[in-house]
């Protein structure tokens, strides 16, 4: 119980991180159209132009903030919806399903134009665990949106949680 309510104390903390992530985007990026045709979505992590695809049973990469935070960073890919959507993502463990972090529920967000796709802002999954417990988990990486028209589009990865990066010192805060 006390897990989840330290969990709830931080969204505050990861809407406000998503606010600045999405704050370096100049206005006149924001997407006027992701295409036409069937509604696709894809999953990078990383940061930015260094964003890659998340693989199926690949490493996804946790990250220390400078508060002391464990996350991880992703962005979404979207085409065929339109550029104003809700979304969410959690980052689980594979065997029990115990959530280690989360977006903030049912965020509204609008695309920028990169490179000729519609790609999300940077979102932070913070992450409610030490290293020591997540080094090496399966996991599975999830995310969904639902544009304005009512399309609604999900994804999922099973990846393996690197720590190997990080050097985070004690628990989470």
């Not at 992701?34 to 509604?39: F, L, Q, T």
């Not at 695809?53 to 979404?76: D, F, T, W």
């Amino acid at each position: 119980m006390a897990h989840q309510s330290a969990r709830r104390g931080r969204l505050p903390l990861l809407a406000l991180a998503v606010a600045l992530a999405a704050c370096g985007q100049e206005a006149d990026s924001l997407a006027s159209s992701c295409g036409e045709g069937e509604p696709a979505l894809e999953l990078l992590t990383g940061y930015g132009d260094l964003a890659w695809p998340v693989e199926e049973g690949g490493a996804v990469q946790v990250h220390c903030g400078s508060q002391g935070l464990r996350h991880v960073q992703i962005q979404l890919v979207a085409t065929g919806v339109t550029p104003t959507y809700r979304y969410a993502a959690s980052l689980r463990d594979f065997e029990s399903g115990e959530i280690y972090g989360e977006s903030a529920p049912s965020v509204t967000a609008r695309f920028y134009q990169v490179d000729g796709a519609c790609r999300s802002h940077q979102i932070l999954l913070v992450i409610d665990a030490l290293s020591s417990a997540i080094e090496g988990r399966s996991a599975i990486l999830a995310a969904r949106i639902d544009d304005e028209d009512g399309r609604a589009i999900a994804i999922e990865r099973r990846v393996t949680l690197d720590t190997s990066r990080m050097h985070c010192e004690g628990p989470p805060l």
